[in-house]
Nanobody
């Protein structure tokens, strides 16, 4: 089993910044893709940003130019730097990791962290 632990959510005013972190822990695994998703009540979970093991990145159009995803493989950690936050960024943010363990791919989710942006 692999666990993903998130941190860094909170309350911020519009225009402010937050940095989310997600660390994977467990035994004998290789992380392929790590990403951040978000979800608001009544809506489907949506991709915010993802980064591959080769450091290729993908962003939702709504966050391009404002959010930056990065990873530190030595720490098994992915970060999401969120700048110029808007009230519509308010959501629960979930870390996701596609991991190779014991020769098979596994998909893991974190527990979620609340981000609230006030106007």
């Amino acid at each position: 089993q692999v666990q993903l632990v998130e941190s860094g959510g909170g309350l911020v005013r519009a225009g402010g910044s937050l940095r989310l972190s997600c660390t994977a822990s467990g035994r004998s695994f290789i992380i392929n893709v790590m990403g951040w998703y978000r979800q608001t009540p009544g809506k489907q979970r949506e991709l915010v940003a993802a980064v591959t093991s080769g450091s290729s990145t993908n962003y939702a159009d709504s966050v391009k130019g404002r959010f930056t995803i990065s990873r530190d493989d030595a720490k098994n950690t992915v970060y999401l730097q969120m700048n110029s936050l808007k009230p519509e960024d308010t959501a629960v943010y979930f870390c996701n990791a596609n991991i190779n363990q014991r020769g098979a791919p596994w998909n893991y989710w974190g527990q979620g962290t609340q981000v609230t942006v006030s106007s």
